[in-house]
Nanobody, 126 residues
Framework: QVQLVESGGGLVQAGGSLRLSCATS????????MAWFRQAPGKEREFVSA????????DYADSVKGRFTISRDNAKNTVYLQTNSLKPEDTAVYYC???????????????????WGKGTLVTVSS
């Protein structure tokens, strides 16, 4: 089992920034590719970004490219999502996810991913 706990969400004005964190425990962190998803009210959960086990590969949704940056610190068992130039449409609950396969977290869909956090709410005001 892998436990995931997100933090760093909050209320921010459009154009602002937040740094989301996801702390993990339970298994060897570097065995897992990590990802961020988000779910806005009334919408399906969608992929935001992913990072491979040692950070050599990353992927981003087109909607966040150039604004968000994913990173990880394997010594701290933590993955981060730096969100800049936030827009009201970025408002959502942001979820951390983990799976042994980078391909799964990028392309497998939410039902294919083994581990999820409970989410952190990001609200961007206009």
């Amino acid at each position: 089992q892998v436990q995931l706990v997100e933090s760093g969400g909050g209320l921010v004005q459009a154009g602002g920034s937040l740094r989301l964190s996801c702390a993990t425990s339970g298994r060897t962190f570097s065995n897992y590719a990590m990802a961020w998803f988000r779910q806005a009210p009334g919408k399906e959960r969608e992929f935001v970004s992913a990072i491979s086990r040692f950070g050599g590969s990353t992927d981003y949704a087109d909607s966040v490219k150039g604004r968000f940056t994913i990173s990880r610190d394997n010594a701290k068992n933590t993955v981060y999502l730096q969100t800049n130039s936030l827009k009201p449409e970025d408002t959502a609950v942001y979820y951390c996810a983990a799976d042994r396969s980078f391909n799964t977290v990028v392309r497998g869909g939410t039902s294919a991913i083994n581990y999820w956090g409970k989410g952190t709410l990001v609200t961007v005001s206009s």
